[in-house]
């Protein structure tokens, strides 16, 4: 089976940086995309960042500018630079991985535990 452990993440400061990671464990054969979202109680889920193995880059509109997604496709990793946070940041960041697994033509979506990163003013 698939593990996406996540890392990171905590308490900021308005204007502040927070950097999350994870990793994705398993019998692997390739991952499409990478990414997280994040969710805030009673609301969507939303996309913050996604990344192809082949290096195309996609942001939620609310982060642009702010955020970076980048990959590790050896070790199976993904990580999440957010710089000058906002209130609107908070929020229970899960990691994203669409993957396919050795002997199995699918690609399934999988998300990790999720993590809370709070923003304070």
């Known amino acids: 089976q698939v593990q996406l452990v996540e890392s990171g993440g905590g308490m900021a400061q308005v204007g502040g940086s927070l950097r999350l990671s994870c990793a994705a464990s398993?019998?692997?054969?390739?991952?499409?995309?990478m990414g997280w979202d994040r969710q805030v109680p009673g609301k969507q889920r939303e996309s913050v960042a996604r990344m192809t193995d082949d290096g195309d880059i996609s942001y939620g509109d609310s982060v642009k500018g702010r955020f970076t997604v980048t990959r590790d496709n050896a070790k199976h990793t993904v990580a999440l630079q957010m710089n000058n946070l906002e209130p609107g940041d908070t929020a229970v960041y899960y990691c994203?991985?669409?993957?396919?697994?050795?002997?199995?033509?699918?690609?399934?979506?999988?998300w990790g535990q999720g993590t809370q990163v709070t923003v304070s003013s």
């Open positions: 994203y991985a669409a993957i396919r697994m050795n002997l199995d033509p699918r690609t399934v979506g999988y």
């Open positions: 398993g019998d692997i054969n390739r991952i499409w995309k």
